[in-house]
């Protein structure tokens, strides 16, 4: 019985925010697998990421600091934001070397049509300074954007994705984004 509630609570909750809309599959994002997942910020978020492709049923890999040539042999990339010092840190990267790593990464993915999905999986614990410049240089980069409601309750995301026309789902808490993660890959 709790299934069935659960199942008819995300249904209704992908249906209010516009995921579920009767559009023709090819209305969703081109996404394809394998998927790479790759840190933007070197936050602990990444591995979320790499477990939710897994509960999703998707072909992931996890390079946390991808570089051009770990795109080979990918379909999709996928951009997991959130800034970390502890992270930088750990990578042997300062904030100037990373954000030159993604933008050089998210050139590549353009060169090979690789198409972008952005995750902002840490919510407004995760926001902050650092992680705002990676959102306003990168998302507009994505063929859609994923985030934890809370990471945008200043309207960050919608903003961009409006101006941009790319497709945003929020999700009440990280482990909900395994639906939306799943439908994205569907066609394919």
Do not use: Y
Request: glycine share 8%.
């Amino acid at each position: 019985m709790k299934n069935i509630i659960h199942t008819a609570l995300l249904v209704l909750f992908l249906l209010s925010s516009g995921w579920i809309s009767g559009k023709p599959a090819e209305k969703l994002p081109p996404f394809r697998q394998p998927l790479l997942i790759s840190s933007a910020g070197q936050s602990a978020e990444v591995q979320s990421a790499l477990i939710l492709a897994k509960r999703a049923g998707l072909k992931a890999s996890l390079i946390k600091s991808a570089v051009k040539k770990d795109l080979n042999g990918f379909e999709t990339l996928a951009l997991v934001a959130g800034a970390s010092m502890k992270g930088l840190g750990a990578a042997g990267l300062d904030i100037t070397d990373e954000k030159e790593r993604v933008r050089r990464l998210v050139d590549a993915a353009g060169k090979k049509e690789v198409p972008i999905l952005f995750l902002h999986l840490g919510g407004e614990a995760r926001r902050g300074t650092l992680t705002d410049d990676f959102i306003k240089e990168f998302v507009s980069c994505a063929a859609f954007v994923l985030v934890v409601k809370s990471g945008n309750k200043d309207g960050i995301f919608t903003e961009i994705c409006r101006k941009k026309n790319i497709p945003l789902v929020e999700v009440e808490r990280t482990v909900d984004a395994v639906a939306p993660l799943k439908q994205c890959f569907s066609g394919n």
